[in-house]
């Protein structure tokens, strides 16, 4: 394999997990951030982030001499007594932005800082979700005929995205120039993985069309899981029963608080912006994301139930805070979403989370504690709202001895049924008959 010379801008979740891997695969990776303080830690091999492998994978990196941090995208492109850099990897944040459309603020100060810097006939390559058309702008924004830019979206899961880098399902390559797609391809030869060249508008839509469709997907089972329940079906059996449809496969069919995290919720908004700007009325995202709205009113309804009708003054244990287990984001959490729901029916909150998050917002309302005994006490309901496999082996008996009312709403269906109801706890799960 033919070692590069790259430069990664952002080390986020996705930058530094495509500058990490990069680096193991054989490249000679630095990676820029805007962070000072986070350069520092970076560079004493401390990570922010909880991403299994990926401190192993860093410190490896470093340790080879493949890997380096450093401030800001001008000393990643213009390293003194080293080679040229041949790719520029942009993995900065596209938030939402005004009216849901994706904020390209960073994507475009980058190119700003960098156009004037990049080597001759150096490649740029677009890993964040970007708008259809931005490898485009960004090609005009950069305005040098011998740099490409390039379209590579990533699909990566928070929790595993290291696996998921280095066994990618696909690499998708997008760009006009097909020597450049060629190069960025190239990178991952070593994966061995189906790898996609197409143009850079397709490469930039199948992103939004994948993560869409994904949210859709869940948006479907949370309403079948509602249906389920009103005919007396189990979602577990009917799910079971169309995952081995292999249309359809069995990944994604869990039922749940509604879905969220950091990328379905800006990413659904903005394709539907995206096709708003095109004069189209996007109707399957719209409604996935008014059915996600239902589920997590849906959720409270269920609280309000088992807490006798109202919630005013009532005290709730919440087990996960997280937007899934294995990760400590908080970042469009359907938890806090459904905690602040349930607070604004008048409910005191108490809230556990095994990865100890430490920047839950104030609106969420929640006073967040160490011991899940401490959630539960005096509860008049508990509810699980992130899948985390640790609640399986709580101490129910004596979770049950503290709370004002034994009842749990478990809203992932994760817990055993008869270990609750042994222990003493009315167990109400979703979709379930
Ligand atoms: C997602 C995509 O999977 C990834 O390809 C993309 O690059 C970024 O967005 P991520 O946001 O890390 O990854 O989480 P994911 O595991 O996809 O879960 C998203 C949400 O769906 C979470 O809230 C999760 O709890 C929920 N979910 C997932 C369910 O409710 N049920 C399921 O069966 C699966």
Redesign the pocket.
Known sequence: MFARRIAVIGTGY?GLTTGACLASLGHHVVCADIDEAKVTRLNAGQIDILEPGLPELVAEGVAAGRLEFVLGARNAITQPDQPPVEVVFLCVPTPMGEGGAADLAAVQAVANEVRHLLPTNCVIVNKS?VPVGTAETTRKMIGRRDVAVVSN?????????VH?FLHPDRIVVGSDSQEAAERVAALYSRLGAPTQLTDAASAEMV?YA??CF??MK?SY??ALSDLCERLGADVVEVTEGMGYDRRIGA??????????????PK?THALLEIAKAAGMDFELVAASLSTNATTRARVVDKVRDAAGGSLSGKRIGLLGLT???G?D?LR???SLAVAELLRAEGAELYGYDPACPVDVPATAGITVVDEPLDMAKDAAALVVL??WPQFRALDWTALAGVVEAPVVIDT?NLLDPDVLRRAGFAWIGLGRS
């Open positions: 996705v979700t979206p990533e699909f990566l899961r928070e929790g595993s995205a998921d992103k994948a993560n994904l949210a869940l089972v949370n990944n994604f069919l869990s039922p749940g608080p509604g879905w969220g995290g950091s990328c379905f990413d937007f899934k287990a990760t984001d469009d959490s359907p992130t899948e992932r």
